[in-house]
């Protein structure tokens, strides 16, 4: 019986996750972990016969208590929670809380030498290097989920590193692909949710309507592959067919192709280093028969020329990349920012934090990531006051 952990298991990644799960025969669920949706959570862990439900919020922690009642599965909530349920003992853990506070339980997950599935991308682009660190000292294993690094680990089985040329991530360009500038200082919330292809969670189809997405995927493929910044490139790929492509020295370029259902990248990081079958739509290429790519437009699009000059920086600038993000996101949600002004606001809490506190500092420990995570939200929350 493996032993399994989910955090965030109430979200978009989670759900998936949460299905694939009850379909394996020989899984035992350690611990579920959710936020504010206790009613979920609690249906989720009834389901899977959890041994521990935890929610991230104190203040949920009756409700959750109450809708186990009963059950025999045990019950906590806070962040400090999360982590201790991180530590407990289990074979494979799924990282799917969404943004920096995802953070710490996949590194308390670490510890352990679990197999880490890597959802929460912010944790490769604000603290990439220690996270691969500590899964080194634990002897424990980091499985991508995000789409396109699953692609590109997958496309990169059985061959030689050094051999690679390139790396392409795609991007399907989000509902605003073909919008003008005029036309996207109006985008709406609601506008930007509304992914073509993918069904995801409200915040990273906003981050995949700005391209935001892409480029903390850009980073995270640099931090994960330790490919260099000028060999990983974007194309934007309206029909999300085509997940990533590994260019070689000898002019070959291996594609990875599958449907649009995070189930592909997550039951493959379930089953590593098999492959099991996966309950996946099976694609009718003559059906789809065309296939689109164009460069990214980073005049309309800012945040991939951002996430070069994040790479550029080093250090700490992909902790404050995020935060910063992560603020303007809350803002233009609150309808307190415009579509635009997010890469405005994040362009410029960077330009800040370089005057004032050197970005380039290697961070020692979780703490230094953790206090520049602290610091870019406040300067972020500035910027954005002084706009109103
Ligand atoms: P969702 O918003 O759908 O779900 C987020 C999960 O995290 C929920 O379980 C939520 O709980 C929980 N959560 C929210 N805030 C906190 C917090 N402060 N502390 C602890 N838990 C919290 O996100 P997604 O599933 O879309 O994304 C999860 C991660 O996976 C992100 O990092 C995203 O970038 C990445 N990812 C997602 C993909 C997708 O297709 N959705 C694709 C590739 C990567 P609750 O809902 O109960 O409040």
């Known amino acids: 019986m493996r032993r399994v952990t989910i955090f965030g298991s109430t979200g978009s990644i989670g759900e998936s996750t949460v299905d694939l799960v009850s379909r394996a025969g020989d899984v035992q669920v350690v611990a579920l972990t959710g936020g504010r949706n206790v009613t ?74 679990a197999t880490l599935a890597l959802a929460n991308k ?8 220690l996270l691969l660190a500590e899964a080194k000292r634990h002897g424990a294993t980091i499985l991508p989920v995000d789409s396109e690094h699953s692609a590109v680990f997958q496309a990169l089985a059985g061959e030689n590193i050094d ?3 390139r790396v392409i991530i795609t991007a399907s360009g989000g509902p605003f692909r073909s919008w003008d500038a005029e036309k996207l200082k109006h985008a709406t919330p609601a506008q930007a949710v509304a992914h073509p292809n993918w069904d995801m969670g409200q915040r990273i189809s906003i981050d995949s309507a700005s391209l935001f997405n892409k480029a903390l995927e850009l980073i995270e493929t640099r931090e994960f592959f330790g490919i260099e910044p000028e060999r990983i490139e974007v194309l934007v790929h309206p029909q999300s067919i085509v997940h990533a492509l590994v260019g070689f020295i000898d002019g070959g370029i291996l594609a990875h192709i599958g449907p649009a259902d995070m189930r592909h990248a997550i039951g493959y990081a379930l089953n590593w280093p098999e492959r099991r079958a996966l309950p996946v739509e099976r694609l009718d290429l ?51 920012l415009s579509f635009p002004a997010m890469a405005e606001v994040v362009e410029e809490t960077l330009a800040r934090l370089s005057r004032d506190r050197g970005l380039t500092l290697a961070p020692d420990s979780l703490v230094n990531v953790l206090e520049m ?11 954005i006051r002084e706009r109103q």
């Open 286 to 336: 003559a059906k789809i028969a065309t296939l689109e790519f164009q460069a990214p437009d980073d005049r309309r699009f800012p945040a991939l020329r951002l996430a070069r000059e994040v790479m550029a920086i080093g250090g700490l600038a992909g902790a404050a990349f995020n935060a910063a993000k992560e603020v303007a996101l809350d803002a233009f949600i609150a309808h307190a």
């Open 122 to 129: 912010e944790s490769l682009v604000t603290a990439g290097p």
């Open 373 to 383: 995570d602290h610091l870019a939200r406040r300067r972020a929350e500035e910027v």
């Open 163 to 165: 051999t690679v040329e």
């Open 40 to 113: 979920r959570l609690a249906e989720q862990a009834r389901a899977l016969n959890a041994e521990l439900a935890v929610t991230a919020h104190d203040d949920c922690y009756d409700a959750l208590k109450s809708a186990l009642a009963g059950s025999g599965i045990g019950v906590a909530a806070g962040p400090h929670a999360l982590a201790e349920a991180a530590v407990r003992p289990a074979d494979w853990v799924m990282s799917a809380i969404v943004g920096a506070a995802g953070l710490v339980p996949g590194f308390r997950a670490l510890e352990q030498g």
